[in-house]
């Protein structure tokens, strides 16, 4: 199902699919990724991380100090200034190339739709099939506040005009990790 979810996302435009076999080499591109981007401590080039079970797989003190402009915390303002926002997506759905989250926590929201570049973190063994296998594995309960996520930001709504990152990021970098569900990260 990944070579369908990468096809469907990256013909969204404005996105990028990267696989990786294990959390390690996922954090090391996205160490690599913020170091390209220029993640510094000046507002326009913060990056905020949205609480996550994949910080648990690493020291976030130690990755604070390596990228000044790294923020654990996030707030409106650090989202607001941000250049880069990372969250980790519970699911991804093959058929569109959509992710799927229960963004009932706002700094979800916030790292994902106010920073210029999203990177999505996401458990390649959590991509499923379509909307109707998403619609059995929420539960009312639990995911209160189900957010869909199909490529950059995009609209035509003006003369039929193009315009990429005005209702959020201009930019999607989808990181898939191989072993990350089973380190506990998702369920």
Known sequence: MF???KAKAEASGNTEVKRFATTSEALEFIEAF????????????????????????????????KFPGLHFDVTRELAKGAKVGITQLKWGLAETGSMAQDSTD???????ALAWIHVA??????IIADIPALMTKMHPKEDKYITLITGASKTADIERVLAIGVHGPERLVIV????????????
């Not at 898939?176 to 369920?187: K, N, P, Q, T, Y």
């Open 176 to 187: 898939c990790v191989d072993d990350l569900a089973l380190e506990g990260a998702a369920s």
């Open 106 to 112: 706002v700094t979800q929201r916030l790292a994902s």
């Open 34 to 65: 913020m170091a390209q981007e220029g993640v510094k401590d000046k507002a326009g080039s913060y990056a905020v991380w949205a609480q996550s079970p994949i910080l648990e797989a690493f020291d976030n003190e130690a990755m604070a100090q």
């Open 121 to 126: 973190i996401l458990p390649t063994s959590k």
């Open 3 to 5: 070579e369908s979810f």
